[in-house]
């Protein structure tokens, strides 16, 4: 029973957290099907912050021309 629980909780907290990163994602003009990559257990949210963080934005790039 502790384990659906465990598991139950952090799919809530996952449909919780990927929702502001698919528009985070769709606002810097990246593919925002990116942000489910947060879905994967233990190295998916560093990743999928770290491509936020350190890919080149194409909305940002528009803006500045």
């Known amino acids: 029973l502790a ?3 465990s598991i139950a ?3 809530v907290f996952c449909a919780l957290m990927i929702v502001p990163l698919w528009r985070a994602y ?3 003009g990246l593919a ?3 942000s489910l ?8 949210p560093l990743v999928a912050l770290l491509l936020l963080a350190f890919l080149r934005w194409p909305a940002l790039e528009r803006v500045r021309r």
């Open 26 to 28: 769709m606002r810097a």
């Open 9 to 11: 909780g952090y799919v």
């Open 37 to 44: 990559i947060f879905a994967v257990p233990l190295a998916g």
């Open 32 to 34: 925002p099907a990116l």
């Open 3 to 5: 384990l659906v629980a």
